[in-house]
């Protein structure tokens, strides 16, 4: 998000540094150009018009619902916009203690070892997410084979998993472990 | 910027001098290191107040890994100074026996 604030500001800096130039042109009479004209010169004389109509109903107190509900729309998304930016980011790093972090990737590799340990699981996806305290998000889904008992496989993965990371020292706040069933066909684990 | 590196060279050597360091990480995005004129240091990065140490692990632990960033720490907070330690894990590599 904040990419898309950049290229907002950056668009709306260029714009404004554009006018800049066409305004100093115009201010100076340079040539044929008159201020009156810039509306014209531009293509934009309807819009010209229309701010024009617009700043007067302002100002007469006589907007129309469609142009209040624009404006509200226009200062929510400002609104998103600068909480977004201002938000802090996100860490990259899952923190174990103070000072001591370890990445998202040894986290991911460690949990898939775990899952993996089991001979029934065929396959395991594991996504990490990092939390500003110390610990991580695990997020598991472990490939089985079709008519598992998929409960018992699941309590199997997840004390596997936890095991695992608490041997190693990584605090998990919150453990998810999804049993799919898949054809092991198409697994990383083939079965014939 | 020279005292940089050779903080950076010396604290490298401590963390490898630890048990259960397999070696030192490079980070994950950009490079961690620390530049110097046509050198530079992987795996540390030297900072004004902060030194940051990225770590590859050796599996099995040698006891859990908050233990053995602490004991990276001990080794390395002679060198450092008053600057703070971080312990980046960047991974854990299962020793070949």
Do not use: C
């Not at chain 1, 594991?126 to 997020?139: M, Y």
């Not at chain 2, 620390?34 to 900072?47: A, C, F, I, L």
């Amino acid at each position: 998000m904040r990419v898309f604030n950049r290229i907002v500001v950056v668009l709306l800096l260029a714009g404004l540094t554009a006018l800049g130039i066409a305004m100093i042109v115009y201010a100076f009479d340079m040539g044929d150009h008159r201020l009156a004209n810039l509306p014209q010169a531009i293509g934009l004389s309807g819009a010209s018009d229309g701010l024009n109509n617009f700043a007067t109903n302002a100002e007469s107190g006589s907007l129309n619902p469609l142009d209040v509900a624009v404006l509200a729309a226009i200062a929510l998304v400002g609104l998103i916009l600068l909480f977004l930016e201002l938000k802090p980011p996100s860490p990259r790093l899952v923190r174990m203690q103070t000072g001591t972090y370890i990445t998202r990737g040894a986290v991911e590799n460690e949990a898939v070892t775990a899952a993996e340990e089991g001979p029934e699981v065929l396959e395991s996806a594991v996504s990490v997410n990092v939390q500003r305290k110390p610990g991580a998000k695990v997020d598991i889904a472990a490939s089985v084979k079709r008519g598992e008992d998929t409960g018992r496989l699941q309590t199997g993965v997840r004390d596997r998993v936890q095991r695992r990371l608490a041997d190693v020292g990584v605090p998990v706040s919150n453990l998810k472990v999804r049993v799919v069933e898949a054809d092991p066909r198409e697994t990383k684990t083939r079965v014939n | 910027m020279a005292d940089d590196l050779q903080l950076a060279r010396a604290a490298r050597e401590a963390a490898l001098a630890t048990e259960g360091v397999r070696r030192l990480g490079t980070g994950r995005w950009a490079e961690a290191a620390t530049y110097g004129p046509g050198d530079k240091v992987s795996g540390v990065v030297v900072e004004p107040d902060e030194v940051e140490i990225h770590i590859v692990v050796s599996y099995p632990l040698v006891g859990s890994i908050p233990a053995l960033a602490q004991r990276v720490r001990e080794k390395v907070s002679l060198i450092v100074g008053g600057r703070a330690t971080t312990i980046v894990i960047d991974d854990l590599e299962v020793d070949q026996v």
